[in-house]
């Protein structure tokens, strides 16, 4: 059978294993080359598989063994989700650590009403992101150890004018992954909710946002999320300032904020 | 949407005797011989493989497959034939050596080989070939399998015995569970006189006379054990307490009838009569630090110091692990792993002397130190030699282990280079390099060929076999 790329783990070299989907490039790039560089066998998961087999070539380049494999996925194949779970849960040995990082933006006027645009961004950030962590919860469940990690948004906090779908897919992302958190921390799982804010990306790119603070590199944001999964928090903003600025965002009173233009 | 196929709810974090390792698998527990052909083929149709698993009781990673099957076989537990006359007895593979001489001692038999503890399996046994400390005269338990029957991972269902496949029986016994699943096993056991033993005590002040003392006396005594002083240095490394025992000859004890009693057998319940045995290893804990095992070492060696004779159950001459409930919780979060070399009796002494005083040196003793005097055997595998073999008990730390791992690759090149063989059932860090260079380039060969002949699609891997005999 022999599927096992890796020799199994020794009492005195343990191996911890990590599956981190959207894995390409951004922050999903950044997260895999940290967990790699922590010692975790990492299965990269991307649509892009140039990107991630160049990523993963460095990565093991770098560490003198295979700690990265590529997977290439499309996370809108919902039906195929299942299947290759199971393929990397035993190409990998186990699993440790599940981050779903897939997402994207498409740009939206103010007077713009598209459904089509509105759809693309449910089904990579929210649909697919429900089917991972669908059977991801169902083996953690029954393992009762493992960890669950959503990159969510500071977008989900609030419904914008310029973002009406992004924030929709990311606010129901962080209900659901707080939903997993109150099914599974009683079975020993914890279940983190990452709530990036203006991280240099392609998506802040296709985002359009032209005022940008805080602003931050997908290799800081990597080292908050690491600092989080090491950490076993429940729900982080990164850069942690953001924690502070969206609970002033998220107390503004509705006829202030249907005026305001961010 | 397709719904998996794999049964998440079957998913399991399995463990290891020294809680050292984990690994998750999908846990299938047969309770008679047919379901085995079963997963077998569910495991080759999800392509799968799957390890065999009775009690768990190896220390390193023998009944671990990382995300594959774990076929547990305590389900299979019957006794299926004991015959109280010829002492020969036939049994499934998931019974314990406890359900064994429970089972006969009243007849008055005795398992001829067991291990330090009673719950082990048979399968489990037989695929470790285990030894006790009696080795040098008993040999491995694989010597007393009259015959047994198992079940290939073709699906084809055979028999073997010394003269009946025999290849496959001297290598299945030893094998690792890698060839195929026992489903029925028959010994032979041994006829006893009493349920005691005569047992001698006595304190041995270096390695070099701990070793004398072993080959001198083991001769004349059925079993012979030692007890090393690990964190002792100096002109005292090595020393220790040899522990000897004769079976009772018949008219030797009054009462028989009585000692052979399982309730008799029985280890006591409480520790100076106060904490609960199963409390124990929580008392222990503080003490496994270097400092710590020190005291503990050097005040057994002095109390050792008084010569014993004494008469001792079977079981409690035995088991001496399961004396403690648990006692490998007393090593901590991180578990504990066991490094145990067997050597030729020439080159025994100096090949320990240098393993003993660098692992103290680099501060990194190992906390219990167990000795025995072996014989080789035939068995494809073996583990044994003529000589001697050193159990060590290290404690993992979250820091120390790349410097432990240092440690006992370092070792694995003295034993070779001594002519030493290490055990498959005990040591976790052994490499495929080392492996190959004490079997031997012909043996691995024989092995693997056997293997593709009783599992042409490899259904049968454990971490233990990918780690050792892997590409």
Not at chain 2, 31 to 46: D, H, L, T, V
Request: hydrophobic letters at 40%; proline letters at 5%; aromatic letters at 10%.
């Amino acid at each position: 059978m022999s599927i096992l790329k890796t020799p199994p783990a020794t009492p005195l070299q343990p191996r911890r294993r990590a599956i981190v989907v959207g894995a390409s490039s951004g922050i999903g790039a950044a997260l895999t080359q940290k967990l790699a560089q922590e010692g975790y066998l990492v299965a990269a998961l991307a649509r892009r598989s140039d990107l991630l087999n160049n990523l993963c070539a460095d990565i093991n380049a770098a560490a003198g063994e295979t700690r990265a494999l590529p997977y290439e996925h499309d996370v809108t194949a919902l039906e195929k989700i299942p299947a290759l779970l199971q393929r990397i849960l035993t190409d990998l040995g186990g699993l440790d650590l599940f981050i779903y990082n897939s997402g994207i933006q498409r740009q939206v006027k103010l007077d713009e009403f598209d459904f089509a645009k509105d759809r693309e961004m449910l089904e990579t950030n929210t649909l697919g992101a429900m089917a991972w962590l669908n059977p991801v919860a169902a083996m953690f469940h029954h393992l009762g150890t493992g960890q669950i990690v959503g990159i969510s948004s500071v977008a989900g906090d609030r419904g914008r004018v310029g973002a009406p779908a992004y924030n929709t897919s990311k606010a129901a992302l962080s209900t659901y992954l707080e939903a997993l958190r109150n099914r599974l921390t009683r079975r020993g799982v914890n279940v983190i909710t990452i709530k990036p804010g203006f991280v240099k990306t392609d998506i802040l790119s296709a985002a359009g946002a032209k005022k940008t603070f805080w602003l931050i590199t997908p290799d800081q944001a990597a080292e908050g999320i690491w600092q989080a999964i090491k950490n076993r928090k429940q729900t982080v903003y990164v850069p942690g300032q953001w924690a502070l600025l969206m609970l002033i965002i998220r107390h503004i009173p509705s006829f202030i904020f249907r005026k305001l233009n961010f | 949407m397709t719904t998996p196929s794999l049964p998440y709810e079957k998913l399991t974090n399995l463990g290891n005797f020294g809680h050292s390792l984990q690994a998750a698998a999908y846990l299938y527990q047969p309770s008679a011989p047919e379901q085995i052909g079963e997963i077998f083929q569910f495991a080759r149709k999800n392509g799968l493989s799957i390890t065999l698993r009775g009690a768990g009781r190896s220390y390193n990673d023998a009944a671990l497959n990382s995300g594959g099957i774990v076929m547990d076989l305590q389900g299979m537990n019957r006794i299926l034939a004991w015959n109280p006359e010829t002492g020969v007895i036939t049994a499934e593979p998931g019974v314990t050596l406890q359900k064994l001489w429970q089972h006969i001692l009243p007849d008055g038999w005795w398992p001829p080989v067991v291990s330090g503890t009673m719950y082990t399996t048979l399968g489990g046994c037989l695929g470790m070939n285990i030894h006790g400390k009696n080795n040098y005269k008993m040999g491995t338990i694989g010597e007393h399998v009259l015959q047994f029957t198992a079940t290939l991972p073709t699906g084809a269902e055979i028999t073997c015995s010394p003269t009946k496949n025999g290849d496959l029986f001297y290598s299945m016994i030893s094998g690792m569970g890698m060839l195929g699943v026992f489903t029925s096993i028959t010994l032979q056991m041994k006829k006893m006189h009493s349920g005691l033993l005569n047992v001698h005590a006595f304190a041995v002040p270096n390695l070099s006379a701990h070793l004398q003392a072993i080959l001198q006396t083991a001769p004349e005594n059925d079993y012979t054990v030692g007890w090393l002083d690990s964190t002792a240095t100096g002109k005292g490394l090595g020393r220790g307490q040899l522990h000897t025992a004769r079976y009772i000859h018949e008219g030797e004890d009054p009462e028989p009838r009585k000692t052979m009693q399982v309730q008799y057998q029985t280890l006591p319940a409480t520790m100076f009569g106060v904490f609960p045995k199963s409390s124990i290893h929580y008392f222990m804990a503080p003490f496994m630090i270097n400092p710590g095992v020190w005291l503990v070492n050097t005040a057994k060696y002095v109390a050792s110091l008084r010569e014993g004779h004494y008469r001792q159950p079977h079981a409690a001459f035995h088991f001496l692990l399961d004396y403690v409930p648990n006692w490998e919780k007393a090593y901590g979060k991180q578990g504990l792993i066991q490094y145990q070399s067997f050597l030729p009796k020439e080159t025994a002494e100096d090949a320990w002397r240098e393993i003993l005083a660098t692992s103290n040196r680099r501060g990194m003793p190992s906390y219990l130190g167990v000795t025995k005097r072996h014989r080789p055997d035939k068995f494809l595998l073996s583990h044994a030699l003529d000589g001697f073999s050193l159990a060590l008990d290290f404690k993992i730390s979250a820091g120390n282990r790349s410097a432990l791992r240092e440690m006992l690759q370092h070792f694995d090149e003295i034993v070779l280079a001594a002519g030493g063989r290490f055990y498959f059932a005990k040591n976790s860090e052994t490499s495929p390099q080392t492996a190959l260079r004490f079997l031997g380039a012909e043996t691995v060969e024989r092995f693997k060929a056997l293997k593709r002949r009783t599992d042409p699609h490899n259904l049968l891997e454990s971490d233990l076999f990918r780690r050792v005999f892997g590409e």
